[in-house]
Each structure stands twice: as structure tokens, then as C-alpha cells.
């Protein structure tokens, strides 16, 4: 049976966890895909206290969801789809769950906004799981985040022959961040524009250990 949360601002696929939790982790998906390409990450996580949310960007693209629209026109879509998930997190947190048990994963567009409006919630998370994306302005980040949030735990991947967002220009944003005191695990794998199994299962220890 798929679940959803009715009562939240975007479109979502819910799994609960199969023993009572308040933790929580949250998929953003990257652009023209859903929550529906994420389906298969709570089987693979595997992780029985585990709640998953799995949220549908707010903008229509080509047959899925986007965040934020095509450079140089991000930003307004950033901030909307920002001010969305800070009330979902403030209603989710109130009560049913628990930030700092939780988790915050996203791919491309996802991984953007994962940076862009968890570096400025004023909530902080278990962990952070920015995969194959960017950041909108590095600098405007480190100035308007929430300063608490630099010694959370960050982690960062992408990839050396990503044909979409190239792997030079990101890593040299993380390493903006990074000499600023932001606590950021960075690691890079031979893939292209997606997600491989070496990096997931990376990513689940990594999960793992933070819980």
C-alpha cells in the first residue's frame, strides 16, 4: 500500500518504519524526475526505525517535478520551494518526528536545496546527503546560514564524468564552504549525472553510523 501525508504542502510518497520512530529521512529528487524515482531507497536502506518521505518538487517539468527553474532564473523557484519544505519541516517536527534523529537526502536539484535551505533552517538535522548537485552562491550561504549548522554532518558526493553538472565547478564550491569551517565530507566516484551502487552503499554506512 502506498502512503501519503495529507496534510503537508507538496505531493509525497510516506513509508513508515516498521518499529515506532521519530526518525525521519526526507528525498529530494532532481529535475523531471518524482517521488516516485526514489521508491526504491527505503528497501535498499533497510533500516527497520527508519520513516521515509519522499516529496514531489513543486514546478511541473516535461512530465515530473522541478524545484527551481533553468539558470539563470533559479532563484525564485529556490526560495518557493525553500519557504515549502520549512513549513512541511515545522509541521513534521511539532510533534511526529524528531530533527535531530533525521535526515535530509538530495540529488541534483535536490542536492541544491538540500545546501540551499538546510544550511538556513533553523532546525538541525542528524545528517545532510547532498548527491551529484551545486550551490546557488557559496558565499551568500555562508552568510546567511544558520551558524549552528557548519558543525553538523555534511556529505557531499558527485561525480568525476557528470555530463550535467560538472564536477570541477562543485567541488570547488564545497571547498569555498570548507575553509570557512563548514564541516563537510566531500568524496567524488567515476559515474556520470547519477547515483552508483559503491556510493550507495557508502551513503547507507554512513546513515548507519550517525544513528
Excluded at 526514489?38 to 516529496?55: G, I
Excluded at 563537510?184 to 556510493?199: A, G, L, R, V, W
Aim: glycine share 6%; proline share 4%.
Amino acid at each position: 500500500m502506498v502512503l501519503h501525508k495529507k496534510d503537508i504542502a507538496l505531493n509525497n510518497i510516506f513509508y513508515p518504519s516498521k518499529k515506532p520512530s521519530k526518525k525521519l529521512m526526507t528525498v529530494l529528487h532532481g529535475r523531471g524526475d518524482s517521488s516516485k524515482g526514489f521508491t526504491w531507497l527505503p528497501q535498499f536502506m533497510d533500516m527497520d526505525e527508519m520513516n521515509y518521505l519522499l516529496l514531489d518538487a513543486p514546478y511541473e517539468y516535461f512530465g515530473g517535478n522541478s524545484w527551481y527553474d533553468l539558470p539563470p532564473n533559479q532563484l525564485i523557484g529556490i526560495a518557493h520551494s525553500s519557504s515549502l519544505l520549512a513549513d512541511i519541516f515545522d509541521e513534521l517536527f511539532e510533534e511526529e518526528f524528531d530533527a535531530s534523529e533525521s535526515f535530509l537526502f538530495g540529488f541534483s536539484q535536490g542536492s541544491l536545496l538540500t545546501f540551499e535551505f538546510g544550511a538556513r533552517y533553523e532546525k538541525q538535522f542528524s545528517g545532510y546527503m547532498a548527491i551529484s548537485g551545486y550551490i546557488y552562491d557559496p558565499e551568500l550561504l555562508l552568510k546567511e546560514m544558520n551558524p549552528k549548522l557548519k558543525d553538523a554532518n555534511w556529505l557531499c558526493t558527485h561525480g568525476r564524468e557528470d555530463e550535467v553538472l560538472p564536477y570541477d565547478v562543485s567541488k570547488a564550491q564545497v571547498e569555498t564552504l570548507q575553509s570557512n569551517g563548514f564541516n563537510i565530507t566531500f568524496k567524488s566516484y567515476d559515474k556520470t549525472h547519477t547515483i552508483i551502487e559503491d556510493e550507495l552503499e557508502m551513503l547507507k554506512r554512513w546513515v548507519g553510523d550517525k544513528l
